[in-house]
């Protein structure tokens, strides 16, 4: 049998992951046991995981989430308030499929960026798309985009993503510009898509932050109001240890020994993201 025209054809429709199932095939005696209906099955089996790691590929760097972060490196074993049951039932990604947000609050250092990441990331693993923004830079680049005529543009295409993560919101009270166009930003979402945000403030302080308090009850009333919470607290993740390893530096506890290295900060470019937090 001549495989080379056979090969060109799965090439020209394609079909990458079949051509190499098929050429795997022919060069492995052990194949030639199984039946026309095995092979065949083997050959679409691998086209389809083939397809399914292109697209997962490809929605991962259209996300530009901040950590590579996933729910399987989350460290439950700290008490800063992350509920195993309730973050591996978030990761089935249900709260997206019904258009719910997550809200993420606790002091600097605790983990609220990389937990977001890890829900995106399952997420875009379930075969929705997402997108990561810094809210001081997403409400930056909607002033510039207003000045330049790309505004629309703009803010149909972050509409369109599945799961959107805010990450930092209200690190300083908003102007009123700004907090109308994170209203904008939230309506365009509201019952249609799904937010994860992030922030040092508590929820309850959110209001004076967002800027004219009519603006800021109408954001609020879309974005908090049937979400799910996760509300973190402890010293800072990313406080290194004392040279002794004994106690960290104003009287927290030391890092635990058995935490992989990836669990821990990662340095960053931008002094405003020096290290992504720990989980």
Not at 249 to 265: I, N
Request: proline share 5%; aromatic share 4%.
């Amino acid at each position: 049998m001549l495989t080379t025209p056979t090969l060109d054809k799965l090439h020209a429709l394609n079909l990458m992951g079949m051509a190499r199932a098929f050429s795997d095939q022919m060069e492995r005696a052990d194949y030639q046991t199984l039946t026309f209906e095995e092979r065949l099955g083997m050959l679409v089996d691998r086209e389809a995981q083939d397809r399914e790691n292109r697209r997962l590929h490809r929605y991962l760097k259209a996300a530009r989430l901040r950590s590579q972060a996933s729910v399987e490196d989350l460290d439950f074993r700290r008490p800063r308030g992350l509920d195993r049951a309730a973050v591996l039932s978030l990761a089935e990604s249900q709260w997206v499929s019904a258009h719910r947000s997550i809200l993420i609050v606790g002091p600097t250092g605790v983990g609220k960026t990389f937990v977001a990441c890890a829900l995106a990331q399952a997420a875009i693993r379930q075969g929705h798309t997402g997108l990561y923004l810094r809210a001081p830079r997403m409400l930056q680049d909607l002033g510039l985009a207003r000045g330049d005529g790309r505004l629309p543009r703009l803010m149909t295409a972050w509409a369109k993503v599945s799961v959107l993560v805010v990450d930092d919101l209200a690190l300083r009270p908003l102007t009123a510009e700004q907090a109308a166009d994170l209203l904008e930003v939230i309506e365009d979402r509201y019952q249609l898509r799904s937010t994860i945000v992030t922030s040092q403030l508590p929820i309850s302080d959110w209001h004076g932050a967002l800027g004219e308090p009519t603006i800021a009850d109408a954001i609020l009333d879309r974005l908090v109001h049937n979400a799910h919470r996760i509300e973190l607290r402890g010293d800072s993740l990313r406080r290194p240890p004392e040279p002794d390893g004994g106690a960290l530096a104003g009287g927290g506890d030391g890092p635990d020994a058995t935490q992989k290295p990836s669990e821990r900060g990662r340095p960053e470019k931008r002094r405003a993201e020096k290290p992504v937090e720990a989980r």
